[in-house]
């Protein structure tokens, strides 16, 4: 039976209908604001190639997260930009270094906010590779027991949850063992399980100070062609003691996304990058497209493919388009 008996367009003629028909919903809680934090005082430094995001030290952090909570933001992701970058990446793991401090800050302020941390060496080392150096490669075993120790002193510091994105081998089981070992064992390992090689992160290398110094990262970070590969990666993760997963774009991406949702129960976050960020804020500066909806489509497309948790640079005015029901 088809039309003009079934006529599917009755089910769209007032908004009300679309409203309680939608089989995908956005909210607020879905989203998790990252954040780029700086030595010093009063910065509220406008990074260029992500238009709206900006460096903020401590205390402008602190207003911006206040913003956010207004909003109904639940959960933040910090990313630290360090004042000495060496090869060993010292100030990653130091109870006093920027993200450290940004996190007693955040919890003594906010205590209901769920504070994320990023582990990873790239924006901490010298040569901006995301493990340690040897030889002129980059050494995965070695690099493990210093994401262990990044990891156990932003817990110390009172994180929620600790983020590694640096795609070592193994690192998820040292995190864990660590966390464990050391009594926080109810600290979050929030993994970048299939986090692609991808040429959507350039703002955030601007942003983050983090562009390696010689070759590139496609021997730790995934080949875009890749989908298999990324299961694989996912199912290790849960082995060694992930608690949430993630897959790193998301736009590219979604039918990774897609997958690993239908083929694991555990929490899946995908990260709207800043190349898919810099990309809408450019085109609508320009006119050809409009930011609200463009946004609301891509939020709402990476939640239907499947994603728990969407990390995302336009979470606060998504945030607020919601709260006005603009979205």
């Not at 109810?186 to 390696?212: C, D, L, N, Q, W």
Request: overall charge negative.
């Amino acid at each position: 039976m088809g039309f003009p008996t079934v006529r599917l367009r009755r089910l769209r003629t007032t908004r009300a209908w679309r409203e309680m028909l939608r089989e995908t919903v956005i909210d607020p809680a879905d989203f998790i604001y990252p954040l780029f934090v700086v030595h010093g005082h009063g910065v509220r430094e406008p990074i260029e190639a992500m238009p709206g995001v900006y460096h903020l030290s401590t205390d402008t952090l602190l207003e911006e997260v206040g913003k956010a909570t207004e909003a109904g933001i639940k959960a933040v992701l910090l990313f630290g930009v360090a004042a000495h970058k060496d090869p060993e990446a010292h100030e990653a793991w130091d109870d006093e270094g920027i993200v450290q401090t940004a996190i007693r800050a955040l919890k003594a302020q906010f205590p209901d906010l769920v504070v994320m941390t990023d582990v990873c060496l790239c924006g901490y080392t010298d040569h901006g590779h995301c493990g340690l150096v040897v030889d002129g490669k980059i050494d995965n075993d070695s690099t493990l027991e210093v994401l262990a120790d990044v990891a156990l002193s932003h817990a110390r510091a009172g994180a929620d949850v600790v983020a590694p994105s640096d795609m070592m081998d193994g690192r998820v089981r040292a995190i864990r063992k660590a966390l464990d070992s050391e009594g926080f064992s109810e600290t979050v390992i929030m993994a970048y399980s299939a986090k692609y090689a991808s040429a959507f992160y350039g703002p955030f290398r601007e942003a983050a100070h983090s562009a390696p110094q010689f070759g590139d990262r496609r021997t730790y970070q995934m080949d875009p062609a890749s989908r298999r590969q990324a299961i694989r990666e996912v199912t290790l993760d849960i082995e060694e003691g992930a608690d949430v997963v993630m897959v790193k774009p998301a736009l590219a991406y979604l039918d990774v996304i897609r997958e690993v949702r239908d083929r694991f129960e555990v929490p899946l976050a995908a990260y709207n990058v800043s190349g898919e960020y810099a990309m809408v804020k450019a085109a609508a500066a320009t006119g050809w497209v409009d930011e609200r909806a463009v946004v609301g489509e891509i939020l709402t497309g990476i939640k239907r493919a499947g994603a728990d948790l969407i990390i995302t640079y336009h979470a606060v005015d998504a945030a607020e388009w919601l709260r006005r029901g603009d979205l």
